[in-house]
Nanobody, 115 residues
Framework: QVQLVESGGALVQPGGSLNLSCAAS????????MRWYRQTPGKQRELVAT???????YYDDSVKGRFTISGDNAKNTVYLQMNSLKPEDTAVYYC?????????WGKGTLVTVSS
C-alpha cells in the first residue's frame, strides 16, 4: 500500500509560481514512475508530468518549459515546480504512483490562477 499526500496548492496571480509537493509513504526510488495529473470540472484528468525511478522526465506540451518535476529521495517527496502560471492551469492537481503493477492516487490539491 502506498499513500500519497499532496500539498502546496493555492490561489496565485497569473505569471506567478507555486511548488506542489507529493509525500509518499514508501521510498520513492522503489516506485517505477510518479506523475502529476490535473483535472477541471467536466473534463477528464490529464497528465501533466512524469518522472521515473531512473530520472527520465516527460511533460505535456501545455506545460513544457514552465513546469519542472523532481524528486527528493531523502524526503520521499516528488515536487512540481510551476512557473509562469496561466489561468488555464487552474485545476485540482493529483499525484500518482505506479508501483509494481499497482496504481495509487493522492486526494489532490487545488491550484487557482486568477487576478
Amino acid at each position: 500500500q502506498v499513500q500519497l499526500v499532496e500539498s502546496g496548492g493555492a490561489l496565485v496571480q497569473p505569471g506567478g509560481s507555486l511548488n506542489l509537493s507529493c509525500a509518499a509513504s514508501i521510498k520513492i526510488d522503489t516506485i517505477n514512475h510518479m506523475r502529476w495529473y490535473r483535472q477541471t470540472p467536466g473534463k477528464q484528468r490529464e497528465l501533466v508530468a512524469t518522472i521515473t525511478s531512473s530520472g527520465y522526465t516527460y511533460y505535456d506540451d501545455s506545460v513544457k518549459g514552465r513546469f519542472t518535476i523532481s524528486g527528493d529521495n531523502a524526503k520521499n517527496t516528488v515536487y512540481l515546480q510551476m512557473n509562469s502560471l496561466k489561468p488555464e492551469d487552474t485545476a485540482v492537481y493529483y499525484c500518482f504512483a505506479g508501483w509494481n503493477v499497482l496504481e495509487y492516487w493522492g486526494k489532490g490539491t487545488l491550484v487557482t490562477v486568477s487576478s
